[in-house]
């Protein structure tokens, strides 16, 4: 009897752990994130750099370590603020299910096996690791509270898994992985300010400034839109032959541009509303466009 209850506490045990993991590295994001990575290695590698499963794992690997010691070290630091808030209260740390030490001790492992991780692809696939966690963790974090400008340097390492998957198969950062870089930058904006707009009064009780304008107004919708426009642009840029050796063809820039539309319309019709219902629908919105965008993207090299 004594063994059966032990088993069993043992498997709860277990599975808090676990899941206290996945929330302190907040796993759904990570992956995502990693999803990204990928996309950028299988973009990047040819013949003069050849495919290898290894690194492709190895990059998975790391850079889910990465991702999740930025998210660590940001709930540590945010802790009585995650407190206040719906969305957040029940992280492991706020809600006292897991301490600081505990939380500083897996921030730091992650950070140390990523980044040896990253550095045995190459020196860069490292530096630009070490790039997003800093930034993340030293300038992100700590502006939510001071400024809405906040967000644009939040969209700088949030740029980075994309292009970063190009510098791992390469080596090098060039225009290419720019163009990369500057999709996913430009995307940050219209998805985020979604999000803030949608959980307004959750962020506004952390003290939180996500918006540009602070307010739920038409500023800040019209700034969704133009944002959302550059992003069309950026996405279509690689078919016109100024990008080096990434390209997608005629046929990929017509999809990428209809999905581009979609979320256009979508970026109008939460100008038009401006409630939290539009807005979580451009969010959601936003996620598939990314995520379709990358797909399009690496089809087309494999199919042309």
């Known amino acids: 009897m004594k063994t059966a209850l032990s088993t069993t506490e043992n498997?709860?045990?277990?599975?808090?752990?676990?899941?206290?993991?996945?929330?302190?590295t907040k796993a759904r994001l990570a992956v995502s994130v990693v999803f990204s990575s990928i996309a950028g290695y299988l973009l990047g590698f040819d013949a003069n750099h050849p495919f290898d499963y290894k690194v492709l794992i190895m990059l998975a690997v790391g850079g889910y370590c990465m991702v999740g010691a930025s998210n660590a070290y940001n709930q540590i630091i945010e802790k009585d603020l995650d407190v206040l808030m719906?969305?957040?209260?029940?992280?492991?740390?706020p809600a006292g299910r897991m301490t600081v030490t505990t939380a500083f001790v897996i921030a730091i492992v992650l950070t140390l096996i990523g980044l040896g991780i990253l550095y045995s692809i190459n020196p860069k696939t490292a530096m630009f690791g070490a790039v997003s966690i800093f930034l993340y963790t030293s300038i992100y974090t700590p502006l939510k509270?001071?400024?809405?400008?906040?967000?644009?340097?939040?969209?700088?390492?949030?740029?980075?898994?994309?292009?970063?998957g190009w510098v791992a198969a390469t080596g090098d950062f060039g225009i290419e992985a720019g163009t990369l870089f500057m999709v996913q930058f430009f995307w940050q904006?219209?998805?985020?300010?979604?999000i803030g707009w949608f959980l307004f009064e959750d962020y506004e009780k952390g003290g939180f400034f996500m918006l540009p304008t602070g307010k739920r107004d038409k500023s800040t919708a019209l700034q969704v839109i133009l944002y959302t426009i550059w992003l069309v642009i950026a996405s279509v840029f690689p078919a016109f032959g100024y990008t080096g050796q990434?390209?997608?063809t005629p046929i990929s820039a017509v999809i990428v541009f209809l999905?581009?539309?979609w979320?256009?319309?979508?970026?109008?019709?939460?100008?038009?509303?401006?409630?939290?219902?539009?807005a979580r629908t451009l969010m959601l919105v936003s996620v598939s466009y990314i995520t379709l965008l990358q797909i399009v993207y690496v089809l087309d090299k494999f199919l042309r």
Request: hydrophobic share 55%.
């Open 263 to 278: 979320m256009l319309f979508y970026a109008f019709r939460l100008y038009k509303l401006r409630d939290a219902k539009a």
């Open 86 to 93: 719906d969305r957040t209260k029940n992280r492991p740390v």
């Open 259 to 261: 999905l581009g539309m």
């Open 189 to 194: 904006f219209p998805h985020f300010w979604a």
């Open 11 to 24: 498997t709860i045990s277990f599975k808090s752990i676990f899941t206290d993991f996945k929330e302190i």
């Open 246 to 248: 990434l390209y997608i």
């Open 145 to 164: 509270t001071v400024t809405p400008l906040a967000v644009f340097v939040g969209a700088i390492p949030g740029a980075i898994p994309f292009m970063l």
